[in-house]
């Protein structure tokens, strides 16, 4: 079976922590994003998996390469972005019309029994079948109303909550058969949501597959640590710490440190935290539910929560950051700086006095 993954798209609201890794690279748990996804199709029968690439492509390719897990990787290149429907067709010709194939954004976590949609989809002769996962508040997404069968009538687009025909949501995953090609206007931007679903809706050729179990759309940094948390606890129940790494520290589970990190002494580290390679943590520091990438440097004393620090950041001593912060690669932060919730600083910024209102830093 083939796969599609929409692996393009610019990613703004992530995209202050760095300019030279794409989205689908940022680590969850120390492994990219995109490596789960193709692990998770790859054990699920998947031989094939088509990469829809556009900005920061070559970056893709280079981690990538032409197989990874036992799937073979071809990348399907746009010259300009084409939405979520527009790959697609583009991809037509690698995907063939012989069987129904899977297709995802790829920002997206979650557990899905690939297999058992994909039969799901034949068994109900859908041109594309929707994963839908049930959310507590359907407000910021597509919402699916169903006929008594699973056929979806429609989608309403970021309903108010009043309005909102059900709570299940639109997950980003989709089964189709080759016919949706034929639904999938060539050669220009097309949103498979707004331009392809109702068409096939109004036909009763559009199905709903409700999954459970976690399910995060990785948008903003909040969405970004609650996936790096969920594959946390799949992986390091214990705490997992990497070759050639000196740690002096209490580290707190779930939390996994990777290579040649040194931590020093009275630190605490967790629960929730990723180190990447090369991460070098004072002493007394405390770093909790935070991503902290490859080749930081963390001075003595300084406290991390709910934050996301950049390639190579050096953040001085008794430096404090706050929630749902980015520190983008390479950022400086003098000692004793404060930095409040909601602060994104861009790569490459030296930073001198405390940040005390929520906003970017250019
Ligand atoms: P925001 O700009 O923050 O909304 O993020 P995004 O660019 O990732 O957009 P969105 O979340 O809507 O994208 C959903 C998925 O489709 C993500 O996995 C993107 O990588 C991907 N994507 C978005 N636009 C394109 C595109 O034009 N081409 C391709 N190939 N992929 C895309």
């Known amino acids: 079976m083939k ?3 929409l692996a393009g798209g610019f990613g703004t609201r ?3 922590l760095s300019c030279t890794r794409p989205k689908l690279l940022f680590p969850l748990a120390n492994q990219p994003i995109l490596d789960w996804t193709v692990k998770a199709l790859a054990e699920n029968g998947v031989d094939t998996v088509v990469l829809a690439v556009n900005y920061m492509a070559e970056a893709i390719v280079r981690h990538m390469g032409a197989s990874k897990y036992g799937v073979s990787i071809i990348y399907s290149r746009e010259e300009r972005p084409l939405g979520t429907g527009g790959p697609i067709k583009r991809a037509e010709h690698i995907l063939g019309r012989d069987e129904p194939f899977l297709a995802m954004n790829g920002d997206v976590v979650c557990e899905v029994d690939y297999r058992r949609m994909v039969e799901y989809h034949t068994d109900r002769e859908a041109v594309a079948t929707v994963a839908l996962v049930e959310v507590e508040r359907p407000e910021r997404f597509g ?5 008594e069968e699973d056929r979806i009538i429609r989608f309403v687009e970021k309903p108010k909550p009043e309005a909102a025909p059900s709570r299940l949501v639109n997950a ?6 080759p016919e949706i090609f034929d639904y999938i206007p060539p050669g220009r931007p097309v949103s498979i949501e707004r331009e392809v679903f109702p068409r096939l809706a109004e036909r009763g050729l559009l199905y709903g597959y409700k999954i459970s179990g976690p ?11 609650k996936a790096n948390a969920i594959m946390l606890d799949k992986v390091a129940k214990e705490p997992v710490i990497g070759e050639a790494s ?3 520290a209490e580290v707190v589970a779930p939390t996994v440190l990777g290579a040649a990190v040194k931590v020093g002494r009275d630190s605490v580290v967790g629960p929730y935290v990723s180190v990447g390679d090369g991460v070098v943590i004072g002493r007394g520091c405390r770093i909790e539910n935070s991503v902290i990438f490859p080749g930081a440097f963390i001075g003595d004393f300084t406290s991390i929560r709910n934050a996301i620090v950049g ?3 050096v953040l001085g001593r008794w430096v404090k950051v706050e929630g749902t912060s980015i520190i983008g690669d390479y950022v400086n932060v003098s000692d004793n700086v404060t930095i409040t919730s909601g602060v994104s600083i861009c790569p490459s910024k030296s930073v001198s006095e405390s940040i005390l209102k929520p906003g970017r830093v250019l």
């Open 3 to 5: 796969a599609i993954i």
């Open 14 to 16: 992530l995209r202050p």
């Open 143 to 147: 919402v699916a109303q169903l006929d």
């Open 172 to 177: 980003g995953i989709y089964t189709l058969s």
């Open 215 to 225: 399910w995060i759309d990785i948008g903003v940094p909040e969405d970004y640590l």
């Open 246 to 248: 000196e740690v002096e």
């Open 311 to 313: 390639e190579n950041a």
